[in-house]
């Protein structure tokens, strides 16, 4: 299977600053890559699909790149509801499977 | 706007088999995929396995062996079985729909999450 590895594991920045998480996958996985943003007690939310594109009511200051084995999820400019875990996935091949996830804490 | 809500036990002694149903609401569960993820406490989420409306499913190897995903079009319900838990399967479960057919190969909806706890 296809193993993700996120780092770091804890991110901890002040409002307004840039944030960027890695993923990488143990393989080619192209393009398909998602993330998703989850809140303590709350389900995951898709934030980025196919590695760059924004999903549908998520903040422009939110971006995704990458391709292949190596991809970047950047959070312009930090807002104080930004605080979460960021997982990413890859659905390139079956199983699908999830990086262990950044914390991201806001000052 | 489709909602999901999982329901089930929240405690299950080892060595039994752990139920849980999925219940979608505000659209037909017919033409998607429809899933499991789960999260050991503090842990990574992990795919468990889909089905498709027409019963077609797929498991991840590493659970295959004890692992049964069942629909219910006429509750508009999917459901979990797995067998033989041990402590290992402490984890919050969830459902989610995926819209293959649409070229939407991730996950756009969910529910809010079923703790189950495998204890004696």
């Known amino acids: 299977e296809i193993v993700v590895t996120q780092s770091p594991g804890t991110l901890s920045l002040s409002p307004g600053e840039r944030a960027t998480l890695s993923c990488r996958a143990s393989q080619n996985i192209g393009n398909n890559l998602d993330w998703y943003q989850q809140k303590p007690g709350q389900a995951p939310r898709l934030l980025i699909y196919a590695a760059s594109s924004r999903a549908t009511g998520i903040p422009v200051r939110f971006s995704g790149s990458g391709s292949g084995t190596d991809f970047t999820l950047a959070i312009s400019s930090l807002e104080p509801e930004d605080s979460a875990v960021y997982h990413c996935q890859q659905r390139s091949e079956w199983p699908l499977t999830f990086g262990g996830g950044t914390k991201l804490e806001i000052k | 706007q489709v909602q999901l809500q999982e329901s089930g036990p929240g405690l299950v002694k080892p060595s039994e088999t752990l139920s849980l149903t999925c219940t979608v609401s505000g659209g037909s569960i017919s033409n998607y995929f429809w899933h499991w993820i789960r999260q050991p406490p503090g842990k990574a989420l992990e795919w468990i396995g889909y089905?498709?409306?027409?019963?077609?499913?797929d498991y991840n190897p590493s659970l295959r062996t004890r692992v049964t995903i069942s629909l219910d079009t006429s509750k508009n319900q999917f459901s979990l079985k797995l067998n033989s838990v041990t402590s290992a399967d402490t984890a919050v479960y969830f459902c989610?729909?995926?819209?293959?057919?649409?070229?939407?190969?991730?996950?756009?909806?969910w529910g809010q999450g079923n703790l189950v706890t495998v204890s004696s």
């Open positions: 989610a729909r995926r819209d293959d057919n649409s070229g939407r190969w991730y996950f756009d909806s």
């Open positions: 089905i498709y409306y027409n019963g077609n499913t």
